[in-house]
């Protein structure tokens, strides 16, 4: 998976900057994106709780993707401005390892 930033914008008023991606994904499926936070907070050397992906849509016939992503001044901004449900798709599954061992007692 290859991420090509198309555009980069600073929005001072929303206290973030709005990044449009492109996703290359020629040998694989649409990637998830999680996966693709993790290489775009890679990319723009941000913290993984400042960026949010906002959507992603695939291209029809063609392995890429482009989406919207978004990186915050502030935890406190993120959660202000975001609607619940991208925060929810862009949260880190819970670990099921620790939830397997605590069944197990």
Do not use: Q, W
């Not at 555009?7 to 040998?27: D, G, Q, S, V, W």
């Not at 999680?34 to 392995?63: C, F, Q, R, T």
């Amino acid at each position: 998976m290859e991420i090509k930033i198309i555009e980069k914008k600073e929005n001072p008023l929303l206290n973030r900057t709005e990044i449009k991606f492109e996703c290359e994904y020629p040998a694989e499926g649409t990637p998830n994106i999680l996966d693709v936070k993790h290489k775009l907070v890679a990319l723009e050397d941000s913290s993984n709780d400042l960026l949010v992906v906002d959507n992603m849509k695939p291209n029809y016939g063609v392995a890429t993707a482009v989406g919207l992503a978004k990186i915050y001044d502030s935890v406190e901004k993120l959660n202000e401005i975001e609607t619940k449900a991208v925060i929810a798709k862009n949260e880190e599954p819970e670990e099921e390892v620790a939830e397997e061992a605590e069944d197990a007692e």
